[in-house]
C-alpha cells in the first residue's frame, strides 16, 4: 500500500475559502486524496489530535481555534508523501515559512497556518485513525484507468 497521511484544512482555511487551492497543491504533486469529510473537531478529539502539545502553553488556545468552525479531514496518499506533504504545507509559524509553500504563499501569521499534515509514519496511523474508519477510505485503481489510453 502507499504510504498514507493525514491532512487537515483548518477552520482559517475552511473561512478563508482556501480548501481548492490547498488540495490543488497536493493534486499537482501527484498525490491521490482517498477519504475526506467535512466536519467540526469537538473539544475530546481537538485534545486526542494534539495530545503531543498538552504540555504546551499553547495547547489550550489550539485546541481552540481547532475546534472553532469546521474543517476539511483528508487522507492523502504517494510515495514518501509524510515528508513530501511537510515541505509543500511549509514551515509551523506561517510567518517563517517560505514562498511556494501553502502557508508560506497563504498567510503571515504565526499559529494560523491553515493546514495540518501527519509528521511520521506513527502519528499519520494514529491521526488517520482518529478521523476515518477504515471502510471510509477508498482507493483508485490505475491499472485499468480506461482513460489513460484512451
Ligand atoms: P505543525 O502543524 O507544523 O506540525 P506543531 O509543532 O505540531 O506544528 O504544532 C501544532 C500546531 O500548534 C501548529 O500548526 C500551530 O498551529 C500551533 N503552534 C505551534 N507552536 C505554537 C506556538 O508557539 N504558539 C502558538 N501556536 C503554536
Ligand atoms: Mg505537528
Redesign the pocket.
Given at each position: 500500500m502507499p504510504e498514507q497521511t493525514l491532512i487537515i484544512i483548518k477552520p482559517d482555511a475552511m473561512q478563508r475559502s482556501l480548501a481548492g487551492k490547498i488540495i490543488s497543491r497536493f493534486e499537482e504533486k501527484g498525490f491521490q486524496i482517498v477519504a475526506s469529510k467535512v466536519m467540526v473537531v469537538s473539544d475530546a478529539l481537538a485534545a486526542k489530535h494534539?495530545a503531543?502539545?498538552k504540555d504546551?502553553d499553547?495547547f489550550e488556545?489550539?485546541c481552540k481555534n481547532f475546534s472553532s468552525s469546521a474543517i476539511m479531514a483528508m487522507v492523502w496518499q504517494g510515495n514518501n508523501i509524510i515528508e513530501l506533504s511537510?515541505k509543500i504545507?511549509g514551515a509551523?509559524?506561517a510567518q517563517d515559512a517560505k514562498p511556494g509553500t501553502i502557508r508560506g504563499d497563504f498567510s503571515c501569521t504565526?499559529?494560523?497556518?491553515l493546514v495540518?499534515?501527519s509528521?511520521s509514519l506513527e502519528s499519520a496511523k494514529y491521526e488517520i485513525a482518529l478521523y476515518f474508519d477504515e471502510n471510509e477510505i477508498a482507493d483508485y485503481d490505475l491499472s485499468n484507468a480506461r482513460w489513460l489510453n484512451d
Open positions: 494534539y503531543v502539545h504546551k499553547f488556545g489550539l511537510r504545507m509551523t509559524f504565526k499559529g494560523f497556518n495540518h499534515g509528521d
